[in-house]
């Protein structure tokens, strides 16, 4: 895209979001994204705010990588616990208490 039809279409998203009512911002989609994506939002803003998707490139783009963010780091988390015995070794408990003992 050339750099005119950008900005006009940045002009009409500005104008739109100031008088269309209830149009949300980009800043208060950024505020909204967390209570959206673990679903406490509110019905009414939750339709605002799938309605800036929209019409929003730029928070769409936005949305799709915060999304992706947070499945990388529950799956991170997943392989993190995963990776963690059940219990203590005993052979370990036994080393880490030899090693507090006084020395002579
Ligand atoms: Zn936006």
Known sequence: MTGQPRRIV??????MMRYVPGM????EFDDFI?????????QKERRLFEFHI?????CREY????????ELEKA??????????ESVP?????????????RP
């Open 10 to 15: 940045r002009f009409l998203k500005a104008t």
């Open 24 to 27: 949300i911002t980009c800043a």
């Open 34 to 42: 967390v209570s959206y994506l673990d679903g406490t939002l509110p």
């Open 54 to 58: 929209r019409y929003c490139r730029e």
């Open 63 to 70: 949305l799709s990588a915060y999304r992706r963010t947070v």
């Open 76 to 85: 991170a988390f997943r392989q993190v616990e995963a990776e963690l015995p």
């Open 90 to 102: 005993e052979d370990l408990i036994q080393a880490i208490l030899k090693a507090r003992e006084p």
